[in-house]
């Protein structure tokens, strides 16, 4: 069972005049990709404590 998330965030990201680094065969590639977008959203769950034993409580 999961906790209620601790922590949210969105995001975007735009990137103009992006080069890519590849490599292809023994070659490394710079190539232009002109642009790029990113845009999202995240969650963050803290961890749970496990539960002490309870010998009482079956």
Same mark, same amino acid.
């Not at 005049?17 to 070659?27: A, E, K, P, R, T």
């Given at each position: 069972? @999961? /906790? $209620? #998330?601790?922590?949210? /965030? +969105?995001? =975007? =990201?735009?990137?103009? %005049?992006? *080069? @890519? /680094? *590849?490599?292809?065969? @023994?070659? &490394?590639?710079?190539?232009? $990709? +002109?642009? +790029?977008?990113?845009?999202?959203?995240? @969650?963050? %769950? +803290? #961890? &749970? &404590? #496990?539960? $002490?034993?309870? !010998? !009482?409580?079956?």
């Amino acid at each position: 069972m @999961l /906790s $209620a #998330p601790t922590g949210a /965030s +969105a995001f =975007y =990201y735009e990137h103009t %005049d992006l *080069q @890519l /680094s *590849q490599v292809v065969g @023994l070659i &490394r590639e710079i190539t232009n $990709a +002109a642009a +790029a977008e990113v845009k999202g959203t995240e @969650l963050e %769950d +803290a #961890p &749970r &404590r #496990p539960r $002490a034993h309870r !010998w !009482w409580a079956r």
